[in-house]
């Protein structure tokens, strides 16, 4: 079955004119949900989380973009961010309860970071990418690029032994856009957040 999804989408920030464009990485931004009432997936899960990624740049974006789109700059290469962010923040807790099931909508609110994301020890199952249902496709590790959103389930393992990070690794292996990421964003290109299991 594949159908519209009313889903997660990315509410952003434009203007048009040279001197102010660049909102959107600059920081106005936001996710908006949009529930759809004959979700096929809506007695499925427990609780709904949205988690947003995004990449942080410490200039403003029409500084940026004047040097991405000039002739000092002639392979092209993007902007390469300082930070990255999970909703908005770094080292985001989520409280979880064990044997729950939970719908993550997540989206990459990046301007032009595509980073693989993962649950450790936790296997996702995919129920829609980009606004349309999909069958329940398993996944251990999702690819997003800029602007994508999945939403999956996640059942908590019944352990409260210890917590689980879910993970955003920056893309660094293909050529081009974030080949210096190590040397600049540190942490091994990985921005971790993690779920706190509860009693």
């Known amino acids: 079955m594949i159908a519209l999804a009313a889903a997660a989408i990315v509410a952003e920030g434009h203007l048009l004119t040279f001197e102010q464009r660049g909102q ?16 096929p997936y809506k007695d499925q899960y427990d609780e709904e989380i949205v ?44 409280p979880v309860q064990p044997g729950k099931t939970y719908m993550f909508r997540i989206i990459n609110m990046a301007a032009f970071s595509a980073p693989y994301i993962w649950f450790e020890g936790h296997t996702m199952r995919v129920v829609e990418v980009d606004g349309i249902y ?13 602007a994508q959103r999945y939403s999956v389930l996640v059942t908590m393992n019944n352990d409260t032994s210890s917590n689980f990070a879910f993970v ?11 080949e210096r990421c190590s040397g600049v964003l540190g942490m091994a290109n990985d921005y971790v957040g993690s779920l706190r299991s509860g009693s």
């Open 51 to 94: 988690l947003t990624f995004e990449d942080w740049y410490h200039d403003l974006m029409n500084n940026l973009l004047a040097q991405f789109i000039s002739v000092s700059n002639p392979t092209g290469a993007e902007p390469v961010p300082q930070s990255a962010l999970w909703n908005s923040t770094q080292n985001l807790t989520v």
């Open 168 to 178: 955003a690794s920056m893309d660094n292996v293909s050529e081009g856009v974030f």
């Open 134 to 146: 999909t069958e329940p496709a398993e996944a251990s590790m999702l690819y997003m690029t800029a």
């Open 24 to 39: 959107y990485p600059d920081g106005l931004r936001g996710p908006l949900i949009i529930h759809d009432p004959d979700s």
